[in-house]
Each structure stands twice: as structure tokens, then as C-alpha cells.
């Protein structure tokens, strides 16, 4: 279908899962993404809920790569075959696909039929003898959301949703009934709300944290990024972690020479000063 899109995570090569299929096929990161982008693809034109009558031969044969190559996908969670059904299903569709080409057409069927059996709610339209306007058309200004494709959340239904799964999760619950700040901001972030959304499943491997994590700090920039990107599984002090958003406390200034004597002497006043209080 012409027009039709997919939102894809650019951070997808790097992903966890990716890394593992290429390691158990043996394909390259190239080939390897291409083959989810043809099945997602596939799926998102002809699966309303994900789920889809078909066998691995069918699949391969719609989809391409191999039997093996789609097990392997299935090993990784991110394919669920059933052979017995002879159905396949990627699973989280709902999270990751709510606007996919055959979901979209079906919303748009439930309101249409909404609409007939509701006729007085449906707003009443101008006269036909109603006089035109002078005033001309708003002409669609270059880089509208429409435009590029992307997908306008309500703040109030995101937020509700969004809490739900927020508090489903591993970070630490969050009870007020409205977002923290800068959750607005994150919101008007293409495809932020789809990241973050996935990166609330990952944080219970972030083992870099003493303490749970807060919904405060996920909503800081960048940082359901690095969540989904593993920056943060890591214990702190371990040489692979590294130091994140000031976590750690910068290292001791360290004074030479001049400098060094300037810095003793004010500390003995000081000291002097304390004591005589």
C-alpha cells in the first residue's frame, strides 16, 4: 500500500536481541534487520491484533530469510510460533504496532459505525448555500507532524497508559495522579513514548542502581534511551560502567606548588576559626 509506514527504533542494530541473532545465524547486522523489517512490515499490513494464520514454510516463503532463521528470532522473544495453530505472533503488538496500517483501518470502521448509530453526536456540518470564505486555505507548513509521519499522542490518555505500565514495572511506584516534570517535554520527542514504553521492561536489569529507579530520572534526556541501550546493567564501580548523568561525584581536585601551600593555610584558618567558636 502507498502511503504506508513503520516507526523503527534507529538504536535496532545495536539492540540486545539483534546482537544475539546475529551471533546465532551468523548473518550480518544488515540482513538480519531487514528480515524483522519485512516480517513487521508484512504484519503491519495484514494483522490487525499481530497474530497470523501461517507456517514457517509461509513465512519464509512471504517474508524470506530461513526456517532457521525465524527460530532463531522466536528464541530471542521477539516471534512466537505455533506449530500446532499453525499461527505465528510477535508478541507486544499492541505496545509497539498500535498504529499499524490494519489497525489504523479498523479504528477508522468501529468509528464510522460509531457515528451511524450515534447521528446527534456527530457535529452538523455548514450550509451548502453558506458563503465561502475569502480568507484562503492554511497551507500545511513544511515538517508538520503529519507530514512526517509521526504519531500524536493525547497527553492525558499517553499519561494514563503510560502510568499504568510505569507502575507495572521495577522503577519506584509512582502514586500522584499527574506526571513529573518534564514528561511533557519527552512526550513531543518523536517516538519517545514507543522507547520508553520498552525501556520500563529492561529495568529491572539495570543493576547499576542501589535503589529502585525513579519515574523522575526516566523522564530526564537520553535516558530511556540508555536504559533500552544497557548503559545502565552494569553495577556501579565495575569497569564497565562507567559514569552516567552524575551519578558518580567528580574526583578530588588535587592542588600543586603555590596552590598547594594557598590551600594548607586556609585550611588551618579555618580550622583555627572552628575551634576558637
Not at 505496545?95 to 470502521?109: E, I, L, Y
Not at 468501529?110 to 456540518?125: A, I, L, M, V
Not at 507548513?141 to 502510568?163: K, L, N, S, T
Request: hydrophobic share 35%; net charge neutral.
Amino acid at each position: 500500500m502507498a502511503g504506508e509506514w513503520l516507526a523503527l527504533d534507529i538504536g535496532l542494530p545495536d539492540k540486545p536481541e539483534v546482537q544475539e541473532l546475529i551471533d546465532l545465524t551468523g548473518e550480518p547486522v544488515e540482513v538480519v534487520v531487514f528480515n524483522l523489517f519485512r516480517l513487521w512490515s508484512w504484519a503491519s499490513l495484514h494483522c490487525a491484533d499481530g497474530t497470523a494464520r501461517m507456517t514457517l514454510p509461509r513465512l519464509v516463503r512471504t517474508c524470506g530469510a530461513s526456517e532457521q532463521f525465524w527460530g532463531a528470532v522466536a528464541s530471542v522473544g521477539w516471534l512466537e510460533i505455533d506449530e500446532t495453530a499453525a499461527t505465528v505472533a510477535v508478541p507486544g503488538w499492541d505496545r509497539r504496532f498500535s498504529q499499524a496500517a490494519k489497525s489504523r483501518a479498523q479504528q477508522a470502521d468501529r468509528s464510522r459505525d460509531y457515528e451511524e448509530r450515534n447521528p446527534g453526536r456527530k457535529r452538523q456540518g455548514k450550509p451548502s448555500d453558506a458563503p465561502a470564505s475569502d480568507a484562503p486555505t492554511a497551507e500545511r507548513r513544511r515538517g508538520d507532524r503529519r507530514d512526517r509521519g509521526e504519531v500524536h499522542h493525547h497527553p492525558r490518555e499517553a499519561w494514563e497508559q503510560f502510568r499504568q505500565a510505569w507502575n507495572a514495572g521495577k522503577g519506584r511506584k509512582w502514586t500522584p495522579e499527574t506526571p513529573p516534570s518534564g514528561w511533557e517535554d519527552r512526550l513531543e520527542e518523536p517516538g519517545w513514548l514507543d522507547i520508553a514504553t520498552e525501556a520500563i521492561g529492561r529495568i529491572g536489569e539495570c543493576r547499576y542502581f542501589k535503589t529502585p529507579m525513579t519515574l523522575i530520572q526516566f523522564v530526564k534526556p537520553g535516558w530511556a534511551e540508555k536504559v533500552l541501550g544497557g548503559s545502565f546493567d552494569h553495577p556501579k564501580g565495575s569497569p564497565a560502567a562507567g559514569r552516567d548523568f552524575g551519578d558518580a561525584p567528580p574526583p578530588p581536585k588535587v592542588f600543586t606548588g603555590e596552590a598547594a601551600e594557598a590551600f594548607e593555610r586556609t585550611r588551618k584558618k579555618l580550622a583555627a576559626a572552628k575551634e576558637g567558636t
